[in-house]
Every structure is written in C-alpha cells, then in structure tokens.
C-alpha cells in the first residue's frame, strides 16, 4: 500500500505527464522534418525508416536537455531538501546502522584504508558508537582471501580492540553481490534499523553517515535515500575527463532526476541508506526463467531492489545536495567498456520487468532508460547504416521521374542541404544545452574557482567535449555489440574491477579497437567513392574508429593526466581543497600495508606463517565428523600438496585447502614439525617468493 498521499501522487503523475509531453512532440516533429529532409521520394521504406530510427534518437537526447534543464532551476532556486522538509523528530532510541562493503578480489589493504578514514571520520562526530562495519569477500582466489584476513586484522590492531569491524568471506557467492548483501541480511539484519551500501572504492563521510540516519529517523515512509557520488583519485588523461565531468554535470543530471522522480528515484548499489527492515521483506530478488542472456540471476539488482521497495509503498530518494560521498572510476576506456559489458547485460535482463505486476510508472521509465542506454547504440548505428544505404542506392539506381502512368508531370528529387545543416546544429545544440547550463550554474553559485578559474573550466569543457565526440562512436560500436551478444543468448561473466593506474597496452588496444577501423576504412572507401559528399557526413564517426587505437593508449596514460593537472585542467573542487575526508584517506593509504604478503603470495603464508596459520584458521569452523569419503580426500590432497609443493596445486585445490580447517592445520604441522624432505618445497618457495626472511632457520633446525 502507497504510503504517499493522494496530492503528492497526482503531483508525480502531472510532472510525469509533463516530461513525456516534451519528449515525444519535439520527437514527432523531428521526426517529420527528417522525412522533408531526406531528397529521394522514390524511397519510402527507407525515408521511413530513417525517420523513425531518428525520431527515436532525438527523443533520447531531448530527455538529457529537460532533465538538466529541471536540475539547473532546482539547484538555482531551492534552499531546502524536501526530506529536511518532511522530516519530523522522532521518539524511537538512536538506531544502530551498519557499513556494508562487499569485496571480490579487491586490494585489501586500500579497501581497509578506506574503512579506516571512514570510521576515524565517524570517531570525530560522537556517533561511533552507532556504527558496525562488515567487510562481506566474494573473492575466490585463494592468495586473495588470505590477504583480506590479513588486512582486516591489522585494521583491527590499528584501530583497537574496540573497533567494531567484521570479516566474513561467502563459500558460495551466488548472486554476486545482491546475494552477499541477502546473506548479510539474514545473518545480521535484524540486529540494525538501517545499512549503508559501500563499494570498494568508495568514502563518505561520518558528517554524511550521521545525517542520512537523522533524514531516515525524520521520515518514516522513506526506505532508501541515494546520494550522488563524486568521482576522485584519478591521474590517468581519461580517468581526469571522466572525473571532471562528473564533478561538473553530475550534480546538474541529479537534481534534474530528483525532480522528475521525487520519492520515486535512483538506486546505484552504493554509497546510499537502506531501511532494512522493509529491504528485507520485499526486495527478494527472483530468478529469471531460462537460460539464456535474459534468464538466471538479475544481474543489475540495484533498479529492481529500489522499484520492489517502491512497489510496497516506501519511498526512494536521491538527494544530490548531500556532500561528503566519493567514489573511483574505470581509469581507462577498455576498463569502462568492459565494465558496460556486464551493466549491458543487467539492463536488458531488465526488459522482462518492466510490465511486472505493482511496478510504479516512473520505475517502469527507469528500466527503459536503462535499456535504451544500450540500445540506443545499436539505433544509431541503425540510423548510420540506413543512410548509407540510401545513399549507395541513390548513386546506383537512377531515380524514378515518373512513378504512376497516371502523372502528366514528372517529379523531381528536391534537396534542401540548409534543412540538413539546420537539424544538424538543432541536434547538436541539444547535447551541448546541459553543459552550458551546468557552466552557467557553476558562475552564479560564485564556483568557478573550485574549477580553476573561469579559462581553465572553459578550456576543460571544450576539450571534455572533443574527447567525447571522439569516443562516442567508440562506445556506440561496442555498446551494439554488447547489445547484439545479449539478443544472441551470450552470458558475460562479472569479473573484479579496474582501480588505480592501470593503462592499456598497445596489444589490447589493437585486439579491441582493430575491428573498428578495418570497418572505418571499408565503410568509409565505399561512401567516398559512391558518394563523396554524404563521406563528409559521415567522416566524424569514421575518423573516430581510425584513430581509436592511439588514443585509447594514449588517454590511459598517467603522464599526459598529469600533464592536465598541473596546467589547470579538468580540476575538481576536491583536488583544489581536499576535504577533510580525502586527507584522512591519504593518511591512511600512507599507513601499514600488507607486509606479510601479496597476491603472489597469500596461500603460501596461511600455510608457512605461523601467524596467518592461526589467524586463517581462527576464523574457520571445525569441519565436524567427516564421512569416510570426505576423509580420504582430505588426506589425499594432503599427500599430494607435500609431495609435488604449492606450484602442483591447482586454484580449486588451493580453495578446497583453505577451505577446511582440519586441513590447514595439518598442512602447516607437516610443513613445519615434521622431518619430510618433501616439505622442503613449502619453505623453499616461501623463501623464494619472501613470504619468510632469508635469514630463517634451515629446514633441519625448524623441523627439530
């Protein structure tokens, strides 16, 4: 039952109307003026269908111009939250809140520098005492594991015998993330009135912690606020223009959606407050029938979990005006493509949801927006295609002057070249409308100076926007494919994300962007020898797949990101005054680091280090009475392990071992007490790879 009333109801349904109103008219007309645009009348399929393709595609990015558009008069004029509005003084005692960050394969000791500031940032409100962490692991490499307990236990150390922080690592890490958040609330949901989702790379504030736990207790029908995420800690050129223009049109797209959706909004899996009571009881996700692309798991949780929240009548809210919230991005374009492969994936499963039974209208126009944020390639390269067509057509088939017998004239083929011209400017100025107004709003709020000045912003966002034309058709031809694999029934496997400066080789540039330019050079030959004036329409999009390979290399650089930096550009508010959060972070990345192993590395010290023995082993459950089965196999991968060494080991086996407490102990006795010239391997390859001092006793002296 909706526990909005019927004023705001109506309210939502009006503004709703109205944005579907400015979407379609202006689509419709545009639309009609394409057909009056296009020269050939013989070819109406065609003409049709390119109309309408690009009808489509002009509805799509008019809803950006109306959204920020909404945004910019909201950040200009309003002083006050609506949740601050609502919200009214609450009886109930302080509430206990979790900070859930599930993990999968991530570096350990950054994930525990970011819980560290995180809590020492809390430690300075007084509220501490109100706050739980849970590090959840999915991780399924063994060295990984063993990294994670080690990091988290020197957290601990750090921060005291007090600090309330908790590891668990899942056996089974089904559902991905959305499942290790279900674990958790099931095992200790019921203990707190509220959790905030955490990714990885993501800080917020003990400022912004404790004031999202006063808007929950000050409205009781809201289920879940959304914050907006600024993007930090970038140093390669594409990571700098990504972050900037976060930083920049971000806040703008934000409250554009706030408020179009109102209590009707956004969830983006982190970096926002649940209710967890209400998250609990109807946010159950289902699994998918068949097997295919569209079946299984859902693998874009977040949209459902906040349209199942909303269906039971809880609100869900973004709030952009709350500051403190910061998250990383993909440091590359092939980190972030391969990432839009998995959210392409999620968004389309999305199809099979959108008419599902209770779902309000404006979760409905979430999925779809979703879906379109992919399928919108594949129209535009559609759109391309048809037109070239068209053209090749137009250069081989001699027009027909006189279709009907029935005509005493003939009819001549009318092109208006300043009508193309037109809509081509009207379109462009539709994409660039949302970054004028962003720039505006950021002189009027007297900020052009977090942005390095009113040049510098200016010079950022002219070269933000040539990057961008140039990547556009990049991501279109890769978001067609990710589409294109879907439809097809292709599943795509959810692997760990990019973080820091990784940067792209110029093989794996060449193994992903070589297929687009040998399409460029095919595509483009062809237009220009058929048609040399419709090639110059297209030579943006073809010059794009030309010079891809060099400049997806050349923008995953640091060097040229640094460059930027110290000229002035693409700067953030952050990186002009870091706020006290950042600066705590960077103290504590500065910190004690994993020194007792690496990645390389992490099995061999649960087994050789004394101290990580005990610790892994420590967080183990006895295994119980084993089978006899069970137990042969035990001994066997015993037996094996000792006499062929760690290198024998496959990544399952390694798992089984960590696994089984039994196991580990026993491993470590056999490595360390006894006098087995096989065990040799152990100690050899921990000295080798220095997992031990070389100045450790031989095997001799330590078995006796």
């Not at 236990?153 to 908790?166: E, K, N, P, V, Y």
């Amino acid at each position: 039952m909706s526990r909005l009333g019927r004023p705001k109801r109506q309210a939502l349904a009006w503004r709703g109307g109205l944005l579907a109103i400015l979407v379609l008219i202006p689509s419709v007309i545009a639309s009609q003026f394409m057909l009056e645009v296009l020269p050939h009348p013989g070819f109406r399929f065609l003409n049709d269908s390119l109309a309408t393709v690009f009808g489509f595609l002009f509805g799509w990015i008019s809803i950006g111009l109306w959204i920020s558009l909404a945004g910019a008069v909201l950040l200009l004029f309003r002083r006050r939250s609506r949740l601050e509005s609502g919200a009214r003084a609450s009886k109930e005692a302080p509430a206990r809140t979790a900070l859930v960050m599930p993990v999968y394969r991530e570096d350990p000791a950054r994930v525990c520098a970011r819980l560290e500031a995180v809590y020492r940032s809390l430690a300075a409100t007084d509220r501490l005492s109100q706050f739980d962490f849970f590090i959840l692991s999915d991780s399924n490499d063994a060295d990984a594991w063993v990294e994670e307990e080690v990091a988290w236990a020197d957290l601990r150390a750090r921060l005291g015998a007090d600090a309330r922080i908790f590891y668990r690592r899942r056996r089974n890490n089904i559902k991905r993330k959305s499942g290790n958040i279900a674990d958790f609330c099931r095992r200790w949901g019921c203990q707190y009135r509220y959790m905030v989702i955490l990714d990885a790379d993501s800080l917020m504030s003990g400022q912004l912690l404790t004031r999202l736990v006063e808007l929950m207790e000050g409205n009781p029908t809201v289920g879940l606020i959304q914050t907006l995420p600024a993007a930090i800690h970038q140093n390669t050129l594409f990571g700098r223009v990504q972050q900037f223009a976060n930083r920049l049109y971000g806040p703008v797209f934000a409250a554009g959606l706030h408020f179009w959706h109102v209590s009707e909004g956004h969830y983006w899996g982190h970096n926002a407050i649940i209710r967890v009571a209400p998250f609990v009881r109807h946010c159950a996700l289902p699994r998918l029938p068949g097997s295919g692309a569209f079946g299984g798991e859902i693998m874009s949780h977040d949209f459902v979990e906040a349209a199942l929240l909303r269906r039971a009548g809880w609100g869900v809210w973004l709030e952009p005006g709350l500051e403190g919230s910061y998250e990383e991005t993909p440091p590359t374009l092939l980190d972030e493509l391969k990432r839009d492969r998995r959210w392409a994936q999620g968004n389309m499963q999305h199809a099979r949801l959108v008419f599902a039974r209770g779902i309000v209208s404006p979760h409905r126009v979430v999925f779809l927006n979703g879906i379109m944020s992919y399928m919108s390639s594949l129209l535009w390269l559609a759109f391309l295609v048809l037109s070239s067509i068209e053209t090749v057509w137009h250069a081989l088939v001699p027009p027909r002057y006189f279709p009907s017998t029935h005509v005493l004239f003939p009819i001549w083929p009318v092109w208006h070249p300043e009508w193309a011209v037109a809509l081509f400017w009207f379109t462009l100025a539709i994409l660039f409308v949302p970054k004028m107004l962003a720039i505006a709003l950021t002189a009027v709020r007297g900020r052009m100076g977090s942005f390095g000045g009113a040049l510098r912003l200016l010079v950022s966002v002219v070269l933000e926007s040539v990057l961008s034309a140039i990547l556009a058709p990049v991501r279109m031809l890769f978001h067609t494919v990710f589409v294109v694999s879907v439809l097809a029934g292709r599943k795509t496997q959810w692997g760990p994300q990019a973080r820091g400066d990784s940067s792209t080789t110029w093989r794996q540039a060449l193994r992903y962007h070589s297929a687009g330019t040998i399409l460029a050079v095919v595509w483009g030959s062809v237009i220009y020898v058929l048609s040399p004036h419709y090639f110059w329409w297209l030579l943006p999009v073809m010059a794009a797949w030309l010079v891809a390979i060099p400049v997806s290399v050349w923008i995953s650089r640091v060097r040229p990101g640094i460059a930027a930096r110290r000229l002035g550009l693409f700067l953030t508010p952050e990186e002009r005054e870091p706020p006290a959060l950042l600066r705590l972070f960077a103290e504590c990345a500065k910190g004690p680091s994993l020194k007792r192993c690496t990645v390389a590395r992490g099995f061999l010290a649960a087994i050789v280090d004394p101290a990580v023995n005990a610790l892994h082993c420590a967080l183990l459950k006895p295994s119980g009475t084993l089978s006899d089965g069970v137990a042969l196999s035990r001994q066997q991968l015993i037996l094996m392990a000792i006499k062929d060494g760690p290198r024998a080991l496959s990544a399952r086996d390694r798992l089984r071992i960590l696994s089984d407490r039994e196991t580990v102990m026993t491993l470590h006795w056999r490595v360390w007490a006894l006098r087995d010239p096989r065990a040799r391997y152990w100690l050899d390859e921990a000295r080798v790879l220095g997992t031990l001092p070389r100045s450790s006793p031989p095997f001799a002296q330590a078995s006796s």
